[in-house]
């Protein structure tokens, strides 16, 4: 019950920044934006290559969506939900095991140059996880505890002012979770994907 209230807890602070009054010209400005992604999470680190209980897992799929405001400056905040897998036979999970990492994300990015086409940004934020290695026969299987980390990360918005656009992007991101056996998964992570936009 403390885990579902902290996580809608963010949530609720995450929508409430999103939906704060802007100034008339701003509103006019602030489309909502939707980006659907799409591509690779890539351990790095000791979450890649150790050797100890919940090390040495191996890249998988990752998608997400994220929902924006842009307002036509350069500060972006951004709320999203995500869920990458990773194989983890070599981290102590049944043959064709995964651990599939499940959360929300919300942060802010830098546009250093608005109002163009194409729009480069930089960003960072903060993410909950949880963690399920799933029915797999292994000791680890199980949900594990809230994980809660960070992120930072760059891309490109191509398309800007238009309807449709495409963003591809590279983030890195830190987390801890606990499964239930107490292995204790030191998450890092790359993300490489490319989202298609929607504006609103």
Known sequence: MRVARSGVGVMGMTLAALAAPAGPAAAQEAPIIVEGHGGLAIPVGTFSNGTRPGEGTSAAPSFGVDFALAGGGRWTPYFGFSQHRFGCEEAGCASGG????????????????????????????????????????????????????????????????????????????AVNARLPDDAFLRMRYLVADVAVVLSF
């Open 98 to 173: 995964q651990y599939v990492a499940t959360g929300f994300r919300a942060g802010i990015r830098l546009i250093p140059f608005p109002r163009r086409s194409v729009l480069p940004w930089l960003g960072m934020g903060a993410l909950t996880t949880h963690v399920e290695a799933g029915d797999l026969g292994a000791a680890n299987a199980g949900l594990s505890d809230l994980g809660i980390g960070g992120e930072v990360g760059l891309g490109v918005h191509i398309g800007g002012g238009s309807t449709i656009a495409l963003a591809p992007a590279l983030r890195l991101a």
